[in-house]
């Protein structure tokens, strides 16, 4: 008889990818934490620090989070995770309370140890440069060691402040507080000192508060180029929330910006909270920020961007009542202005300002000067050794914009000719070039639970003899 048996080929074996995440921050955490809820992937984390903790929530006890509590967890499909594990270890907490960050910091911590510990190898030690080869990546270290990996995830952090201009005569001085989150960045300040905060924002709503901590009563000035300060959440009690804006696509900036001022107006006008306007737009912003030009881009960043961070990047109410009590108490000036130079001395520090709207030059003399901008965005000057040394070889890509790294839409790294690599992505807020709005731990969370699905399903061919 004829044989017609077929012959199928075989499938070549597969083994799940070798994942190796650079930074043990939050969003390092918590992708660690969602890809071994998924399973498959063998991972390692590098990182010379406590895990979970970053700069954010290794902080001052007295600091509190920025986003209450319900909105805090880690999963995205358990809204109520860290609200859960804050109440059963004793913490009197509501839904919309503003817990302590150094709480949030051992609530990532443990879960970290609790579902991921036992999945991810960590490497205590500091990625210095990532290389692509034939078999993958090659991540050398600070230490003179090596991790070999098929996909590489940047999930650096956040950078300290950049100097702002005019301080230029004062770097390096210790009359003058570069980096406020670094530690005993505050020791040297003696209680009745006069003090200049350069930025409004949150960082100095915190410093503000680590001062009040250490007994400090001296005078305090924070100046900023429009002298705005974060607006109040709404509180448990206040008035309702207003309802979202319905936003067109293609809608333009300055569409959107008459559009959001007068629900805005109409909200308060009705006895509803202009907040819920602002917070509609979270799902949005997105595609927003990518619906817009370059040019338009550019105009918010330089016009708007101020009056946006206070209004969508808001503070505990019991934090801005600090603030009115020291300026009750005239012990807090805010002030609109720019400084032109500055000098230090052994006594001190002589600043030379201008406040907005005037011609006029104005002396001010302070025992010492603190950065309170917040993180530096341009990755270029401030992202440190790794990613500065990935983006001068041209292997990531930052905007024109410098707010961070290009992606793809699932998060993977563009090289600076903007094709997409294979294998190496990025995670966190490095990502603000082209989600803008990629900092609060709600949006983190969301973007480490897409990242993890998707490495997750990554396999690598097995070679066979």
Do not use: C
């Not at 004829?2 to 969003?27: C, E, M, N, T, W």
């Not at 859960?84 to 910091?105: D, E, H, I, M, N």
């Not at 300060?229 to 929330?241: C, D, N, R, T």
Request: hydrophobic share 45%.
């Amino acid at each position: 008889m004829l044989d017609v048996s077929l012959s199928v080929p075989s499938r070549p074996a597969r083994r799940p990818a070798r994942i190796a995440i650079l930074g043990g921050g939050f969003s390092g955490a918590a992708l660690a934490v969602h890809l071994a809820r998924t399973g498959g992937a063998s991972v390692t984390l590098v990182e010379p620090d406590a895990v979970g903790r970053g700069v954010a929530y290794a902080a001052d006890p007295a600091h509190l989070l920025n986003v209450p509590a319900a909105r805090m967890s880690l999963y995205p499909d358990v809204p109520d995770d860290f609200l859960v594990w804050a109440r059963a270890r004793g913490v009197a907490a509501s839904p919309t309370t503003f817990l302590p960050r150094a709480l949030y910091g051992a609530y990532v911590s443990e879960t970290f140890g609790r579902v991921a510990a036992g999945t991810t190898r960590v490497v205590r030690a500091r990625a210095e440069t990532v290389d692509a080869g034939p078999a993958g990546w090659r991540i050398r270290l600070a230490d003179g060691g090596t991790v070999e990996a098929d996909a590489v995830v940047l999930a650096t952090g956040n950078p300290p402040p950049a100097d702002p201009p005019g301080l230029a005569g004062i770097i390096g001085s210790p009359r003058y507080v570069a980096d406020p989150w670094r530690r005993d960045a505050l020791a040297a300040i003696g209680a009745a000192d006069a003090i200049l905060l350069v930025g409004t924002g949150l960082t100095a709503l915190d410093v503000l508060v680590s001062l009040r901590e250490r007994g400090h009563h001296g005078p305090i000035r924070a100046l900023s180029r429009r002298g705005l300060v974060p607006l109040p959440h709404l509180e448990a009690g206040g008035p309702p929330a207003a309802a979202p804006v319905t936003i067109a696509p293609g809608t333009s900036l300055e569409g959107l910006v008459r559009l959001v001022h007068a629900a805005g107006k109409a909200a308060v006008a009705d006895g509803r909270a202009w907040q819920g306007v602002v917070d509609g737009l979270r799902a949005a912003t997105p595609t927003l920020w990518a619906g817009f030009t370059a040019v338009e881009r550019r105009r918010f960043l330089r016009h708007l961007r101020p009056y946006w961070e206070v209004h969508r990047h808001r503070a505990p109410d019991v934090v801005l009542g600090h603030v009115r009590a020291l300026q009750a108490a005239g012990a807090l000036e805010i002030v609109a202005g720019r400084i032109l130079e500055s000098a230090a001395s052994a006594d001190g520090v002589a600043v030379t300002l201008r406040r907005r709207g005037s011609a006029d030059l104005e002396q001010v003399r302070v025992a010492h000067v603190i950065n309170t901008t917040g993180p530096d965005t341009d990755l270029a000057r401030g992202g440190g050794a790794l990613l500065r040394d990935l983006l001068s070889r041209g292997v990531v890509l930052q905007d024109a914009d410098r707010l961070g790294l290009r992606t793809s839409t699932d998060a993977a790294a563009l090289r600076a000719d903007g094709t997409v690599h294979t294998g190496l992505y990025v995670l966190g807020q490095a990502r603000r070039a082209d989600l803008w709005e990629h900092t609060a731990v709600p949006d983190l969370s969301r973007g480490a639970a897409a990242l993890a699905e998707h490495l997750s399903a990554l396999t690598v061919a097995v070679a066979t003899p």
